[in-house]
């Protein structure tokens, strides 16, 4: 993949997960947690759809649409991963 792409891919990444970090809240933590688990998620996509060759919102070798889609599931299971409390935590 062109480092163009692949910074471009990273770069729409960080932004989902700062918009969610926005919307939802939370520490530091808490946003380097969801801008991790959408870059995770935008580049698991990517892989996905080149290998079974799925085709939606293609920028040059870039499966935006497929990755952006991963992006935002792999942000819901972070936010579902993050309410969890561990029994005799204050927090």
Known sequence: MPL???LFG???AALYGSIFHLWRGGSLGKYLFYVSFSCVGFWVGQYLAEQW???IFE???LHFGIASLGSLVF???GYWLG???IE???K
């Open 4 to 6: 163009p792409a692949f």
């Open 83 to 85: 309410l969890v409390r």
């Open 88 to 90: 005799g935590s204050e």
């Open 53 to 55: 060759g799925w085709k």
């Open 75 to 77: 942000l819901g299971i």
């Open 10 to 12: 990273l770069l729409a």
């Open 59 to 61: 920028i040059g070798r």
